[in-house]
């Protein structure tokens, strides 16, 4: 295997600042979710769903949404927030540090927001996501930019983040074609777009 990214799991005591009135002006999940396409007859999966901050407001938009993420105390989170908003189309699971206990290619849309950075294989983890999306799929990445204009003042530090030269990088390895770098309204954010060919 080679050698992991050195980088941090999300603190979740912390798990407040991500529904946060600033995070909803600096990452409002609606320009992301609409490049993912949704609709009703979809199951879209978002990986390292945290406390469903993206995966909620997805499931609104699809017929089942799935959220894994590595962090059982995140998923409990989470849960919390399904049951108060009574979202009965989701399903949350554990997953391992670079795998999914899905089926191949049993999801037709996959976001990961904010989690690549966080993960020690990243790319093993884009295969992986690439297996369980069935053909002509969608993968959307959220990342934090790696350029600070005034340094890296919130969010993750300058050395766990990736570029968007690098997200582009791991997508093409993971094997994924027609990688997009997509418009958004985003100051500190990126985002790009990958189909399963
Ligand atoms: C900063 S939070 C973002 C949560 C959510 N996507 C959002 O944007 O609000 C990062 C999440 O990624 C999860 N994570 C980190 N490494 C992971 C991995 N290898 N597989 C799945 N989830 C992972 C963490 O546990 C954490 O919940």
């Known amino acids: 295997m ?14 407040g600042v991500l529904h946060s009135v600033v995070r909803r002006r600096m990452l409002p999940e609606r320009p992301a979710l609409e490049l993912l396409e949704l609709g009703s007859g979809l199951v879209a999966l978002e ?4 406390t469903g901050y993206f995966l ?3 499931a609104v938009k699809v017929g089942y949404a799935i959220g894994v993420d590595v962090s ?3 998923l409990r989170r989470c849960m ?3 049951r108060s908003a009574r979202a009965a189309n989701v399903g949350l699971v554990r997953c391992g540090e670079s795998t999914i206990p ?7 849309r996959v976001l990961i927001a904010n989690a690549l950075h966080e993960m020690h294989y990243p790319e093993k983890m884009l295969r992986e996501v ?7 799929g969608l993968v959307l990445v959220v990342e934090w930019k790696k350029r600070c204009l005034f340094g890296c003042l919130s969010g993750p530090p300058k050395a766990h983040r990736l570029s968007s030269a690098e997200t582009e990088a791991l997508l093409i390895g993971a094997g994924f074609s027609g990688v997009e ?17």
Do not use: I, N, W
């Open 47 to 50: 990986v390292g769903c945290g």
């Open 72 to 74: 059982e105390k995140m």
């Open 102 to 108: 899905l089926r191949s290619g049993s999801v037709q």
């Open 130 to 136: 690439r297996r369980v999306l069935c053909q002509g």
């Open 181 to 197: 770098q997509c418009s958004v309204p985003y100051r500190r954010h990126y985002v790009l777009r990958a189909v399963k060919g």
């Open 56 to 58: 909620l407001p997805m």
């Open 80 to 82: 919390e927030r399904v």
């Open 2 to 15: 080679s050698t992991p990214r050195e980088t941090h799991k999300f603190d979740v005591s912390l798990h």
